[in-house]
């Protein structure tokens, strides 16, 4: 046996709880300023009034979830009077689904499955509020999520005016929002608008240098020394500004070390990197499928089989056609998809010029890919 070779009970992950995607780093680099400003918008909520409304907003794997739940880790520690409420809205994008979630942070419980109104679950999170005599703040992470069918004004309206039914509750909102296309202040209406008048936070791309130092610090923290090499290193990097997000840096990192494990070698080798950046370089693909209801899968599904047919820049009116063939949607209800996959960056939506103006939608992944993704066999 070479001398090299790791044993069968031998691991290169140091912790490989640091290349999961929700870890929270206790050193977290180059997001101070945004760090900062959060809690200076939430601070108000430590004496007891509410804190200022904030959006944070950036291109995906910049840093703004890490950045938010770090705040209301510090803020967990630091009292009981603020209560800080993390919602992932891909997940949670209903009203009812979201203040489910704020009533078992509060409760410790979720409330009843059915049979419970929404008032009645929004009553009790009040109560709880009114009697603890404390604040509360909740984070919507990916709140466009919520502008597809309108829920944004359902969610903020009776959080935002709660004071208003309720003397003495007070709530504030951070809301996280990765499609740099959306102005969420022009998106819900004006008797939100009233309320909300949000402070933005922006959290800009990273650069080369400080991708090369958050990946370093990942490796530092969670392989053991020299399982990743300077070289390696700089691979990972480039790959993950072509991506243009820093989570798939951290996945290929992951993925590279359990390629090398896999053939019981001692350190991460080029082909490690490069047959994962394979798998990793879809990982925004794959979080965006699984935030889909089913109908929304289906539709997304043949769209992508007639891609594969056609590969090239489709017809929206024909696409709806081949759509209805198997999945029984209205044309309202199909074109508010398609915007929703183009604010997901899955498809782009765009217009032709000529005796009218054409819809046109081409898909921004390979269509086999997408079918792969979401369990369909390509039929072609």
């Known amino acids: 046996m070479k001398k090299n070779l790791l044993m069968w009970e031998e691991t290169l992950f140091r912790d490989p709880e640091v290349f999961e995607i929700d870890y929270v780093p206790e050193q977290f680099n180059h997001r101070d300023a945004q760090i900062r400003e959060l809690a200076f918008q939430v601070r ?36 009981k009077k603020l209560v800080p409420v993390y919602i992932n809205c891909q997940i949670d994008n209903t009203k009812f689904a979201i203040f489910s979630q704020i009533y078992r942070r509060i409760t410790g419980h979720l409330p009843p499955a059915s049979g419970t109104s929404f008032k009645q679950v929004f009553d009790a999170i009040a109560r709880v509020l009114q ?20 829920e944004i004004n359902q ?9 208003e039914a309720y003397p003495g509750v007070r709530i504030g909102v951070i809301a996280i929002v990765s499609d740099m296309s959306v102005n969420l202040q022009s998106e819900v209406d004006a008797r939100v608008a009233s309320v909300f008048r949000p402070t933005e936070v922006y959290f800009p791309p990273y650069s080369g240098e400080e991708v090369h130092d958050i990946l370093e610090e990942r490796v530092l923290q969670g392989l053991y020394p020299n399982v990743l090499r300077p070289e390696m290193l700089d691979l990972v990097v480039e790959q993950t500004m072509k991506s243009g997000d820093l989570r798939v840096g951290i996945d290929l990192l992951k993925r590279a070390a359990l390629n090398a494990e896999k053939e019981a070698r001692r350190f991460v080798e080029r082909d490690d990197v490069c047959k994962a950046y394979e798998v990793s370089r879809y990982l925004h693909l794959s979080f965006s499928l699984q935030a889909l209801k089913a109908e929304e899968k289906e539709v997304l599904g043949r769209i992508a089989e007639m891609a594969a047919r056609d590969d090239q820049e489709m017809n929206a009116g024909d696409v709806y056609r081949f759509v209805k063939e198997q999945v029984a949607v209205s044309y309202t209800k199909y074109y508010e998809m398609i915007q929703k996959f183009d604010a997901m960056r899955l498809l782009n939506l765009h217009y032709r010029q000529g005796k009218g103006r054409t819809r046109l939608i081409s898909l921004r992944y390979d269509p086999g890919r997408v079918l792969e993704h979401l369990g369909l066999e390509q039929t072609i």
Do not use: F, M, W
């Open 44 to 79: 108000p909520g430590l004496r007891g009034v509410r804190p200022q409304n904030t959006i944070c907003r950036g291109l995906p794997g910049t840093g703004k979830t890490t950045s938010v739940r770090k705040v209301l880790a510090e803020i967990e520690e630091a009292t």
């Open 131 to 150: 009697r603890e005599e404390q604040v509360l703040l909740v984070a919507l992470d990916d709140a466009n999520y919520l502008l597809y069918e309108n």
């Open 155 to 163: 969610v903020l309206y009776p959080l935002l005016r709660s004071h």
